[in-house]
């Protein structure tokens, strides 16, 4: 009976630390950005995007991320501006209506820091990047967590290269992200 009793355990065990499907909580998660120009510098976010995440908080190694803003809803809070950016000179958004970012290794760094790798598709050109990230919190019995973190786009690299001559505009820009995920009402 002990026998029976330890295998259940195990095997209960081995299932909770599966991975499982987690979505954005759009309430509490944001895409940020700031492009350095000489006059003024433009902050900026994604009113529109969406995440899926697999996370096994036993093996962040299996974890992923999968990630698609819809360039179209990129907000500046200057409609001449967004209008701007939405067009050939930036995202060209009608040629290129997702930004995407799916991750492709997730190397945990502390209990708390790690690095997810994956390609970043900008104006259909692919890069590998390194975006680094923090957990926030993570709550076991909630299923639910925070990450955030910050990193360095350098816009060029992706065809977006306008920078018109009386306000250059810096090749780097930082994106910050906040993102609150709960498990995916199937895996709840």
Avoid: C
Avoid at 45 to 62: G, M
Avoid at 68 to 82: G, L
Avoid at 104 to 117: A, G, M, P, Y
């Amino acid at each position: 009976m002990r026998r029976i009793a330890v295998l259940f355990a195990l095997i209960s065990a081995a299932a909770g630390a599966q991975e499982t499907k987690f979505v954005k909580d759009g309430a509490h998660s944001e895409i940020n950005f700031v492009a350095e120009a000489r006059l003024l510098d433009a902050h900026g976010f994604w009113d529109k995007w969406d995440a899926e995440i697999s996370f096994n908080p036993a093996a962040w190694e299996k974890s992923s991320v999968n990630l698609i803003i819809e360039t179209k809803s990129v907000n500046t809070r200057n409609e001449r501006r967004d209008n701007h950016l939405r067009s050939n000179d930036f995202f060209a958004a009608d040629s290129f209506p997702q930004i995407t970012f799916t991750s492709k290794i997730v190397n945990k760094l502390s209990d708390t820091r790690l690095n997810i790798t994956g390609d970043l598709t900008i104006r259909g050109i692919t890069k590998t990047v390194t975006i680094p990230a923090t957990l926030v919190f993570w709550d076991d019995k909630a299923r639910t967590g925070r990450f955030k973190g910050s990193f360095t786009v350098v816009r060029t690299d992706f065809g977006v290269g306008y920078s018109p001559p009386g306000n250059p505009i810096a090749d780097e820009v930082a994106v910050s992200f906040n993102m609150t995920f709960r498990a995916a009402a199937s895996a709840r």
